[in-house]
């Protein structure tokens, strides 16, 4: 790590990515979300009639903001998420980081776990994802893992409650 | 997993049926319904009709009320409290004994009148907020709701001991911890929540006037009879009547409270109509907030709550002072966690981020307003955003300054907020995780928000712009060696 990046990051990266089907899942969500828009705007121009005022110029800017819209959510929204999820899971603690502009690390004692659960979204289940949540006594104190493959969120979860049945002290 | 308990179901006192017959405790949910058929059938009978209605209601209220009372028992069995309650759909509710992190007792002027109370269970809440969380059981006699308090706080099973908590075993030893001063009313005026008070009482009169005849307004006298005096007068008079009215209210909800500590639990009485009584567990106590808003910061004055695991309406019942001066609260607040030493400030960069978010949506405000100067003569737009702006300075570096955070040997503390300040000083065991977040700007200027994650109080109390370097060494040092994970594999 070159020390320009560590200045500038507060604590390491967990370790381990999400698996690759994630960005395909995520480009899906783009795809769908582009779908919406692009039906917005076709709506749009030919439902609202101007010729005057700013609505000339709102007709020109409306398709150039839904391509650029389109580009960000479908060719790099996907990918610097993939970049940026990470994860971990090591002795004593689950480790993750999440965001995209604005980022987030969370990292919860395996010892103050109260449940663990795993959840496939309808999406997920066609690329063979499943998210794993992890709660504590905090409302604030959640740790979600989005995106694993089923198997591998299945065993992690099952391992975490497990390990969290044996160690917990007070888990509040 | 819980066996039921053979416990026969107690009935509370049918004296209540009275009180409730007065208050329309059951029958309120009747009244949008009686008042659509009154209008149906029309009204215009004279007095006997009024008379026949208001006998008619009462009778409905009596009724209700005997029928919830006598659907009504509950049981304190040796493993779990069984409320069954419901008119219609019966329902019961078993609260294990483990899960009650609190009982509170309370005793309304019409309680009192019949010798009854109202006994509040709360039961723990954990991860999912909900308001469901609390068993009531009104109207028994004072002696049983003592008796109920006793037993379920002495039954849940004892936790083990911590050995350097002090010892608390010596049996019914009160200790006071803190008692209200009545001079302390005074501050009233200068809390936001207690101005409420009035205010809401002023609303509710202006509300009445609406709806009293036209013959019954009296006659005032029209806008443009007002003048300067009148208005200073007038001015005058509302401060007047807002600053009586926040310490009569903040009288009427704090008269003789008293804090004391009775075996393993701080015991709260307060109240000039309803007395309250509430038990907090110390074992629970994972730290303490002192608030101190703009107003009470003038005259150094502050309150202090409790944060209790799975405590419900904490903003409430975990009030351990409700009104005090600043030293009195510190005293009490580092009786319970420990003084985790003086505050350090954050980075420069930080009061850089606080000015430019505060002055953020002046400055907007003054760019539209030069364009609308320029382009159609609007120059008032100019001058508002001038001043927004030049306002928002000063609130800025207010917020910078309240900002904080201190890292003790069993506690630590941050501190954030200008016009509602907030000190949370928390203990290592109260964080169950740790939640860093940098947004963009923050990641150029070289901060990070830190959020010690606890499951008390707001679930969270965060540290805004520390230095980012700093962050894992804080989070190590307020919690624990699992914190490393941050920096370390």
């Not at chain 2, 303490?288 to 409430?316: H, N, P, W």
Request: aromatic residues 6%; hydrophobic residues 50%.
């Amino acid at each position: 790590m070159d020390p320009m990046t560590r200045t500038l990051s507060p604590v390491r990266k967990p370790a381990w990515s999400l698996s690759r089907s994630a960005i395909w899942l995520w480009i899906t969500q783009g795809i769908i979300g582009s779908l919406v828009v692009g039906l917005a705007v076709v709506a749009f121009s030919l439902l609202v009639p101007g010729d005057e005022g700013p609505l000339p110029l709102l007709r020109w800017a409306a398709p150039v903001l839904a391509v650029l819209y389109v580009v960000v959510a479908v060719g790099v929204r996907p990918f610097v998420r993939y970049r940026v999820h990470r994860w971990e899971i090591t002795g004593d603690s689950v480790y993750t980081l999440t965001g995209w502009l604005t980022r987030t690390w969370t990292l919860v004692p395996v010892a103050r776990i109260q449940t663990v659960d795993v959840t496939r979204g309808v999406l997920q289940q066609l690329f063979g994802l499943a998210s794993i949540a992890v709660l504590t006594a905090s409302s604030q104190g959640t740790v979600r893992v989005p995106h694993l493959e089923v198997d591998v969120a299945e065993r992690v979860a099952e391992d975490l409650a497990r390990r969290a049945e044996q160690v917990r002290d007070e888990a509040t | 997993m819980i066996e039921a308990p053979p416990v026969q179901g107690r009935r509370t006192s049918p004296l209540i049926v009275l009180v409730h017959t007065v208050t329309f405790r059951q029958a309120r949910s009747f009244v949008p319904a009686a008042i659509g058929l009154a209008a149906a059938v029309g009204f215009n009978g004279g007095t006997p009709a009024v008379v026949a209605l208001a006998v008619g209601a009462t009778l409905v209220s009596l009724a209700t009320a005997v029928l919830s009372w006598w659907r009504f028992s509950y049981a304190d069995g040796p493993t779990a409290v069984v409320v069954t309650r419901g008119v219609l759909a019966r329902s019961v509710r078993t609260v294990p004994n483990d899960r009650i992190r609190g009982v509170e007792v309370e005793a309304p002027v019409l309680h009192q009148i019949f010798g009854l109370v109202r006994v509040r269970i709360d039961a723990a809440a954990g991860a999912v907020p909900g308001k469901e969380e609390e068993l009531v059981v009104d109207g028994v006699p004072r002696a049983e709701g003592d008796r109920l308090r006793a037993g379920l706080l002495t039954r849940r099973p004892v936790t083990v001991p911590d050995a350097a908590a002090p010892p608390v075993e010596q049996d019914d030893v009160e200790e006071e911890f803190a008692r209200f001063d009545n001079r302390w009313l005074l501050y009233a005026p200068l809390v936001g929540s207690y101005l409420v008070l009035p205010l809401a009482a002023v609303g509710a009169l202006f509300r009445l006037a609406d709806e009293l005849p036209r013959s019954l307004t009296p006659q005032l006298p029209g806008p443009d009879a007002f003048n300067l005096k009148g208005l200073a007068i007038f001015l005058g008079v509302t401060a007047l009547v807002l600053a009586v009215g926040a310490v009569v209210g903040a009288a009427v909800v704090n008269w003789g409270f008293r804090l004391v500590r009775r075996r393993g639990s701080l015991v709260a009485v307060r109240g000039l109509i309803t007395r309250r009584q509430t038990e907090l567990e110390i074992d629970r106590i994972r730290g303490v907030t002192l608030a101190e808003g703009l107003g009470m910061r003038l005259v150094q004055a502050a309150r202090v709550s409790a944060l209790v695991t799975g405590l419900g309406d904490a903003a409430r019942r975990g009030q351990l002072l409700p009104l005090g001066p600043r030293e009195e609260a510190l005293t009490l607040a580092h009786r319970l966690v420990e003084e985790p030493g003086p505050l350090l400030r954050h980075p420069v960069a930080a009061r850089r981020r606080r000015l430019m978010r505060a002055v953020g949506s002046g400055v907007l405000v003054t760019v539209a307003g030069g364009i609308a100067t320029a382009t159609l003569g609007w120059w008032w737009l100019l001058a508002v955003g001038v001043v927004l702006t030049l306002l928002a300075v000063p609130l800025g570096l207010g917020r910078y300054a309240s900002l904080g955070h201190a890292v003790g040997r069993t506690s630590f503390s941050v501190r954030s907020g200008w016009l509602a300040r907030e000190q949370a000083v928390l203990q290592r065991r109260a964080v169950v995780g740790w939640t860093v977040r940098q947004s963009f700007l923050q990641r150029r200027a070289g901060l990070a928000t830190v959020v010690a994650c606890v499951g008390a109080g707001s679930g969270g109390y965060a540290a805004l712009d520390m230095a980012a370097d700093e962050v894992a060494g804080f989070a190590v040092a307020a919690s624990g060696t699992w914190a490393a994970t941050l920096t370390t594999r």
